[in-house]
DNA sequence: ATAAGGAATTATCAAATGATAAGAAATGTC
DNA sequence: GACATTTCTTATCATTTGATAATTCCTTAT
């Protein structure tokens, strides 16, 4: 996924102000199984998926549970961090060899401090992130476990085959048996 | 909830943008029951509860899900529509007679793009909505029902007070008998 | 090609939750 | 204050889900 093509998703810029934006990021490659973000430290980065893909995850009672995947296109970022510099409770990880955007955080705020767009560019920004977590948020309150599963396989059927079955049950809020037992029944 | 309090807790603007702000602000009153959004409506306001209690609740199979409760200082929006300007799924319902503070979206936006710094107020705005319902979607996902209501017993044990235990319950996403079972637990 | 390790499925049983209904408590109304 | 209505609790039973373990399937390395 293009750099362009991400920035101009969430806000079209000026050139003038795109130009600022992208002075200020990188290109970076790592291996499966790099953890991007670790729960409880502070971070001061946000990533943007170039190719690969990731799961967000936290630590409750000695068990991972797995709350969100981000595949090319997405924003990599601990939000907690990000907007309160505050300690986030996620773990991200890559479930693949990812290329990714690279910012750190203190550039991206000098530009909302300075430019009228690129601070528009970030508050377009923390609304679709807020309406894609409400949009998750909704549906993991709404409807049951079969419910999401049939949601995922038709709105992301790629994501099923590229993340293991436990990550998926994880986020689904199931066992792995479980999700098993229902995945028996589409046959 | 101070109306100055409500603008300033989300990012401290100048006098001059904050003058330009409150400016499109209104109050007004409603009684119990009144609805404020409906789903599947456009609706262009945002308001500010100064005083009273709401709550948001999506229907799913002929089923009213409660997923948010509004109190004094909290924003009432609905996100689709704020955001993207679509259909949003949720219904906001006024539990007690309320006091609010109105705006329209138009005007909001108007002032973000040609103020810098209210254009950082709605960064804000939206980042901390982000981080707030981020922290309730982790809650959701990773806690048990009863582990979510002793820390709705801990956060806000008013709220307990305030609404009805069914609603509680479709919150928690278990059933009020569910809900009256965990209660007795804790006597 | 085959062995080894990891991942997914299936089976069995126990525990938790929901549905339904009946009773108790609280709230509102006249 | 007493009745009616709503809200909450308790009880019983059926269903669903989880825990554990055994088996099958798939992937990878040599």
Same mark, same amino acid.
């Given at each position: 996924m293009?750099?362009?093509n991400i920035i101009d998703n969430i806000y079209p810029l000026p050139d003038r102000s795109k130009a600022l934006l992208k !002075? =200020? *990021?990188y290109e970076i490659a790592y291996p499966k199984a790099t953890i991007l973000f670790r729960a409880n430290r502070i971070a001061s980065k946000v990533y943007f998926i170039k190719?690969? *893909?990731v799961r967000a995850y936290a630590n409750q009672n000695e068990e991972e549970i797995t709350f969100w995947f981000g595949k090319e296109g997405d924003a990599v970022i601990s939000m907690k961090n990000y907007v309160e510099? %505050?300690?986030g409770? !996620?773990?991200i990880e890559l479930l693949e060899p990812c290329e990714l955007y690279e910012i750190q955080t203190e550039d991206l705020r000098a530009l909302y401090k300075n430019d009228i767009e690129v601070a528009n560019w970030g508050r377009k920004f923390a609304e %679709?992130?807020?309406v894609k977590i409400e949009e998750r948020f909704i549906s993991r309150q709404c409807k049951v476990a079969v419910e999401r599963y049939k949601e995922l396989m038709n709105n992301d059927p790629d994501l099923l085959k590229r993340v293991q079955l436990v990550h998926i049950a994880s986020y689904l809020g199931i066992t792995p048996v479980s999700l098993s =037992? *229902? =995945?028996a029944e589409f046959k």
């Amino acid at each position: 996924m293009n750099l362009d093509n991400i920035i101009d998703n969430i806000y079209p810029l000026p050139d003038r102000s795109k130009a600022l934006l992208k !002075e =200020r *990021i990188y290109e970076i490659a790592y291996p499966k199984a790099t953890i991007l973000f670790r729960a409880n430290r502070i971070a001061s980065k946000v990533y943007f998926i170039k190719k690969g *893909i990731v799961r967000a995850y936290a630590n409750q009672n000695e068990e991972e549970i797995t709350f969100w995947f981000g595949k090319e296109g997405d924003a990599v970022i601990s939000m907690k961090n990000y907007v309160e510099d %505050q300690r986030g409770y !996620e773990t991200i990880e890559l479930l693949e060899p990812c290329e990714l955007y690279e910012i750190q955080t203190e550039d991206l705020r000098a530009l909302y401090k300075n430019d009228i767009e690129v601070a528009n560019w970030g508050r377009k920004f923390a609304e %679709q992130e807020l309406v894609k977590i409400e949009e998750r948020f909704i549906s993991r309150q709404c409807k049951v476990a079969v419910e999401r599963y049939k949601e995922l396989m038709n709105n992301d059927p790629d994501l099923l085959k590229r993340v293991q079955l436990v990550h998926i049950a994880s986020y689904l809020g199931i066992t792995p048996v479980s999700l098993s =037992r *229902i =995945r028996a029944e589409f046959k």
